[in-house]
């Protein structure tokens, strides 16, 4: 399973690529992006990217 960014709720604020462990998060029309074939959702930890993220709802599975 993967992570993805809801791109209305996203501020493009950045915290979350920064702590991403496999570097799934990148920049994509002015907000951000997970690749799904990458990311692991930090293997079964708490999602670091959510940890961070300051916008509720706005990384949920995909």
Do not use: H, N
């Not at 604020?13 to 930090?42: L, M, N």
Request: overall charge negative.
């Amino acid at each position: 399973m993967a992570l993805q960014i809801i791109r209305d709720i996203c501020t493009a604020c950045g915290d979350c690529v920064s702590v991403c462990p496999t570097d799934s998060i990148t920049a994509f029309k002015g907000t951000y992006k997970i690749d799904a074939s990458t990311c692991t959702e930090c293997d079964d930890a708490d999602p670091q990217c959510v940890d961070v993220c300051m916008e509720d709802d706005c990384i949920v599975p995909a």
